[in-house]
């Protein structure tokens, strides 16, 4: 699971997508940040999804890996100790879901390794499917292109577009962006999260997270 951005949903569609592969799932998050924060992101996942959820470093400060690390003097792992340790616990569950740290490029390190460097690794011997989850209003068809771009240069290609925080009524540019997304990235839209469904109770978000997904 990646972005096109940050707060544009990915960790409510992270859990979303967690209810949909059913028993079994683990959701990792490599590097928590935030984690001093009163709901980090991994904390959501678990309380929505209801799944267990795995985290590899946790930097108490709401900042992307890298500069979280930097700012406290902490050594983050290589992306390749995180994508073995990914590795190491596919071996065992039905199905791994990866929340990366805002978009493609963000560094998981302090040696410079990305979220797609780290997707890049997996896919050298697993069956990896990046989704890639996106706003709809203005702009959003700038972001989403190039996230498509920067994946499919490292021979990724995104499995589809999840829209985050999707209000009940469009604006204008919302409307045409739901045509012009796929057309213009050549990656189909393959869910759409309401706006709110973060604040949903547990039950209530499981129940209805199923239908918001077509992955």
């Given at each position: 699971?990646?972005?096109?951005?940050?707060?544009?949903?990915?960790?409510?569609?992270?859990?979303?997508?967690?209810?949909?592969?059913?028993?079994?799932?683990?959701?990792?998050?490599?590097?928590?940040?935030?984690?001093?924060?009163?709901?980090p992101d991994g904390a959501?996942?678990?309380?929505?999804?209801?799944?267990?959820?795995?985290?590899?470093?946790?930097?108490?400060?709401?900042?992307?890996?890298?500069?979280?690390?930097?700012?406290?003097?902490?050594?983050?792992?290589?992306?390749?100790?995180?994508?073995?340790?990914?590795?190491?616990?596919?071996?065992?569950?039905?199905?791994?879901?990866?929340?990366?740290?805002?978009?493609?490029?963000?560094?998981?390190?302090?040696?410079?390794?990305?979220?797609?460097?780290?997707?890049?690794?997996?896919?050298?011997?697993?069956?990896?499917?990046?989704?890639?989850?996106?706003?709809?209003?203005?702009?959003?068809?700038?972001?989403?292109?190039?996230?498509?771009?920067?994946?499919?240069?490292?021979?990724?290609?995104?499995?589809?577009?999840?829209?985050?925080?999707?209000?009940?009524?469009?604006?204008?540019?919302?409307?045409?962006?739901?045509?012009?997304?796929?057309?213009?990235?050549?990656?189909?839209?393959?869910?759409?999260?309401?706006?709110?469904?973060?604040?949903?109770?547990?039950?209530?978000?499981?129940?209805?997270?199923?239908?918001?997904?077509?992955?």
């Amino acid at each position: 699971m990646t972005g096109t951005g940050t707060g544009i949903g990915k960790t409510v569609a992270t859990a979303a997508l967690a209810v949909r592969a059913g028993p079994g799932v683990l959701a990792v998050k490599p590097v928590q940040t935030g984690a001093a924060t009163d709901r980090p992101d991994g904390a959501v996942v678990r309380d929505l999804a209801g799944c267990e959820v795995a985290e590899f470093a946790r930097l108490d400060d709401p900042l992307a890996p890298d500069a979280a690390a930097r700012l406290r003097g902490v050594a983050l792992p290589p992306v390749r100790e995180h994508a073995d340790r990914i590795r190491d616990l596919a071996r065992t569950r039905a199905e791994v879901l990866v929340e990366g740290a805002g978009g493609v490029l963000v560094r998981l390190d302090t040696a410079g390794g990305t979220v797609l460097d780290l997707a890049a690794d997996l896919a050298r011997d697993h069956e990896l499917r990046v989704v890639v989850v996106t706003a709809l209003g203005l702009g959003t068809l700038n972001h989403t292109e190039l996230t498509a771009a920067a994946l499919r240069a490292r021979g990724l290609e995104p499995a589809g577009l999840v829209l985050g925080s999707v209000p009940g009524e469009l604006d204008l540019a919302s409307r045409c962006n739901l045509d012009d997304l796929p057309r213009a990235t050549g990656v189909p839209i393959a869910g759409a999260i309401p706006a709110g469904a973060g604040a949903l109770e547990p039950e209530v978000f499981r129940t209805r997270a199923p239908s918001w997904l077509a992955l």
